[in-house]
């Protein structure tokens, strides 16, 4: 099985930027992507990034394209969200997610972290 922890998220003004992290632990062998999703107050829960396990392509939200970055360190089961030019619009909580194949959706979540973006 594999687990996720979820960190980095607070409160900023709009412009700013944070950092989320997604520690990865158990089998890390078993994984095809690693995504980030959000889920804002009233809403469901929306794709933002993912990024492949092994070959490190990725994939972005039309409305985060240019301000945010995914990227991952193998060698310490982290998978990172780098989030620029924050808007009030990203305010959320903010989970990762992990995909086994291609046919097989996102079914193992971190427990979230909340990210609070102020106008």
């Known amino acids: 099985q594999v687990q996720l922890v979820e960190s980095g998220g607070g409160l900023v003004q709009a412009g700013g930027s944070l950092r989320l992290s997604c520690a990865t632990s158990?089998?890390?062998?078993?994984?095809?992507?690693t995504g980030w999703f959000r889920q804002a107050p009233g809403k469901g829960r929306e794709f933002v990034a993912n990024i492949r396990w092994n070959g490190g392509n990725t994939n972005y939200v039309g409305s985060v394209k240019g301000r945010f970055t995914i990227s991952r360190d193998n060698a310490n089961n982290t998978v990172y969200l780098q989030m620029n030019s924050l808007k009030p619009e990203d305010t959320a909580v903010y989970y990762c997610g992990v995909q086994r194949d291609a046919q097989t959706p996102y079914n193992i979540w971190g427990q979230g972290t909340q990210v609070t973006v102020s106008s």
């Open positions: 158990g089998r890390t062998s078993t994984i095809y992507t």
